[in-house]
């Protein structure tokens, strides 16, 4: 693959992230049901404001901020920046970087992320004596607690780093990029197992060329193996706590092929058990059509903003960044900020 289409690629996906993030922000936690009532039927069509007085991160904020970006976007742009900075993988600057992230604001930020990065001050501040150790795992969780998006929602600048090492060099390390960046925050080895799912599908879109990667069905099979092995052998997870069960549904194409199954079958909860297989069965109804997939998402209710940013990944890696709304991709001149980010991501991953 020419360095010019990877260029394409990497940049439509990292400024998909930006777009679905903004667009989705100020439905987050709407039903679908709520945002056909506020929008009269019609469903979110574009960037869209609503003033919002029953959500706290969006108290105060004004129709000034349409275009915005979250969380998401402010970690996915900071794991970026490690990468670039230190020519590769440096845990250790990420969990910095994160630290200074939550001095600047913690607005929007989930809880297990906050208390994993506050826990990683705590280590940083006692010199290591307290706190949580970078790449230390805790206990595993088995419950929803602590299964929250904080790490699939911020992991696509690792899939396109190691896409880039496997074109040029051959090698990759993706599973054990993934399950350290997941060690920082989430306790629940299924977050970051939802996160490895998602980053492994951006790793494919990446390194593959449309026609090899057409058929879901096709596929699904090999790859539910594959995230068994990764959950057995990578992070240890017991055969009774896996996320296959959770993409069960999109193996069937009576679900797949219907919204309200999806959004009743699925979810679009913040737990990354529902909004990562929701936001993969976006991108398999409309691989080839972002408006159409980022507009599914943000009018699904929900964690719209995650789910809408995680989805438009996935689906501008494939399109690349011509295939985005013109409209869209300039609606907020900071958007430009993804053109650096994804050349210099490549030149990192051509030399590593």
Request: charge should be negative; charged fraction near 30%; include cysteine.
């Amino acid at each position: 693959m020419e360095e010019k289409e990877l260029l394409e690629k990497a940049t439509g996906c990292l400024k998909a992230v930006y777009i679905g993030d903004a667009m989705g922000r100020f439905a987050e936690s709407l039903t679908h049901e709520q945002i056909l009532e506020k929008t009269d039927g019609q469903g979110i069509k574009d960037f869209v404001y609503f003033e919002r007085d029953d959500t706290p991160w969006l108290k105060g904020v004004g129709k000034e901020e349409l275009g915005n970006v979250t969380d998401d976007s402010i970690l996915t742009d900071l794991i970026a920046e490690s990468l670039i900075d230190n020519k590769g993988f440096d845990l250790w600057d990420i969990a910095l970087k994160h630290v200074g992230a939550l001095e600047e604001s913690d607005d929007g930020w989930g809880r297990t992320t906050v208390r994993g990065v506050e826990e990683l001050r705590h280590f940083f501040d006692t010199r290591g004596r307290e706190g949580r150790r970078p790449g230390k795992w805790r206990t595993p969780v088995k419950s929803n607690l602590g299964c929250g998006n904080g790490v699939a929602m911020k992991i696509a600048p690792v899939a396109l780093y190691n896409a880039f090492t496997y074109i040029y060099s051959g090698y990759t390390k993706l599973d054990e990029h993934v399950t350290l960046i997941g060690s920082l925050t989430h306790p629940n080895k299924l977050a970051t197992s939802a996160a490895y799912v998602l980053a492994k599908l951006l790793f494919y879109e990446i390194v593959n060329p449309k026609e090899e990667f057409d058929d879901w069905f096709d596929m699904y099979p090999s790859f539910i193996e594959h995230i068994k092995w990764y959950e057995k052998n990578i992070l240890g997870l017991p055969e009774d706590a896996s996320i296959v069960e959770y993409l069960m549904p999109l193996a069937d194409k009576d679900v797949l092929n219907s919204p309200k199954r999806l959004r009743q079958e699925v979810g679009t909860s913040c737990y990354a058990l529902q909004s990562v297989p929701f936001a993969i069965a976006v991108y398999l109804r409309h691989m080839d059509d972002f408006r159409a997939g980022v507009l599914e998402a943000v009018n699904a209710g929900g964690d719209t903003d995650t789910i809408a940013s995680m989805a438009g990944a996935l689906i501008g890696a494939r399109v690349g960044v011509k295939g985005i709304p013109e409209e869209w991709r300039n609606f907020n001149p900071e958007y430009k900020k993804a053109d650096e980010l994804a050349e210099k991501l490549i030149q990192v991953g051509k030399s590593g």
